[in-house]
């Protein structure tokens, strides 16, 4: 079935590194990704899209790569600031106009040392 | 703009009671997701509804209901709580499925906590 996966874990880096959290998907025929950090205590946050059409996408501090050949999905944060520790989940859409099926990974830890 | 809000922000039952959870998309958003998310485990979809009508619902039995509102605000209905109910419950909303692609865009969650 359709899995969405995190090859890391946790994560934890320097105050001002940069960080690159993973996450495979499965189906191929996924359309629409999503990235959210989810701090504790609240609901996951919207970071950033990408469009499967889309192999790089650019937003404040963050951008996110799309390798389609081996369905590959990465998230990299500039200059990472303690701020920024969180859950990171990766969500993917199987197919187009099923907005309601995203499917997300259990998540990675970042944790930033000051 | 305000974001996705729901309440109450904690919630304790007992076993066999039920439990009614609420959410306020935002504004111009008419579709409203559910998900459990428990201890350990990542989101798991729970109910979808666009326009008033439920289009969707996860692997969850019918216990879980729910219902969305004319002003596209949404509750949730857990009947019959079992322990295993203990988790945090999230509301997203979104622009309509035919807007192309949107984001889901989540409120804080309601702690439900079955003693």
């Known amino acids: 079935g359709e899995s969405v996966g995190l090859h890391l874990p946790t994560l934890s880096v320097q105050e001002g590194d940069n960080s690159i959290i993973n996450c495979a998907y499965s189906n191929s025929a996924s359309d629409y990704f999503i990235w959210y950090k989810q701090e504790s205590g609240k609901g996951p946050q919207f970071i950033i899209d990408?469009?499967?059409?889309?192999d790089k996408r650019q937003g404040q501090r963050v951008t996110v790569l799309l390798n389609k050949t081996v369905k590959h999905l990465s998230l990299q944060i500039a200059a990472t600031q303690p701020g920024d520790s969180a859950v990171y989940f990766c969500a993917e859409r199987p197919h187009r106009g099923s907005n309601y099926k995203l499917t997300f990974g259990k998540g990675t830890l970042l944790t930033v040392n000051p | 703009e305000a974001g996705v809000t729901q309440s109450p922000t904690h919630l304790i039952k007992t076993r066999g009671q039920q439990a009614t959870l609420r959410c306020s998309p935002i504004s111009g958003h008419t579709s409203v997701y559910w998900y459990q998310q428990a201890l350990g485990l990542g989101l798991q979809f729970l109910l979808w509804y666009d326009e008033g009508e439920e289009r969707n619902r996860g692997n969850f039995p019918p216990r879980f209901s729910g219902r969305q509102f004319p002003n596209y605000s949404s509750e949730l209905n857990v009947n019959a709580l079992e322990l295993e109910d203990s988790a945090l419950y999230l509301c997203a909303s979104s622009r309509g499925t035919g807007s192309g692609n949107q984001p889901q865009h989540f409120g804080d969650g309601t702690r439900l906590s079955i003693l």
């Open positions: 990408i469009r499967s059409n889309m």
